[in-house]
């Protein structure tokens, strides 16, 4: 069972910054493909960012591509989501998610097997 932990989530204004992060068990940011996700109120989970495990890939929605990286740190196992120049529709519960994701699927849910709890961004003045 993979255990999945994020932080880092807070009330910030328009144009502002945040990084969330992602601690995850030994060994799981290396074996998998790591990915984030959000969720607003009354909409679907849709996928932020993804990077893969092996050669470190990243992957970005075209609403964030940008203003938003995703990096690792494989030693401590953690994933972290740089969030920048923050708007009002970013606001949502972000998500970490791990799985088998490939190229092709690392966009979609189903591929990830283990998701936290969830971390809440609000942007708002």
């Known amino acids: 069972q993979v255990q999945l932990m994020e932080s880092g989530g807070d009330l910030v204004q328009p144009g502002g910054s945040l990084r969330l992060s992602c601690t995850a068990p030994?060994?799981?940011?290396?074996?998998?493909?790591m990915g984030w996700f959000r969720q607003a109120p009354g909409k679907d989970r849709e996928f932020v960012a993804a990077?893969?495990?092996?050669?470190?890939?990243?992957y970005y929605a075209d609403s964030v591509r940008g203003r938003f990286s995703i990096s690792r740190d494989r030693a401590i196992g953690v994933i972290y989501l740089q969030m920048n120049n923050l708007r009002p529709t970013d606001t949502a519960l972000y998500y970490c998610?791990?799985?088998?994701?490939?190229?092709?699927?690392?966009?979609?849910?189903?591929?990830?097997?283990?998701w936290g709890q969830g971390t809440q961004v609000t942007v708002s003045s």
């Open positions: 990077i893969r495990a092996s050669g470190g890939t990243t």
């Open positions: 998610a791990a799985g088998r994701a490939i190229t092709s699927t690392v966009r979609q849910l189903s591929p990830y097997s283990y």
């Open positions: 030994h060994n799981t940011v290396g074996s998998y493909t």
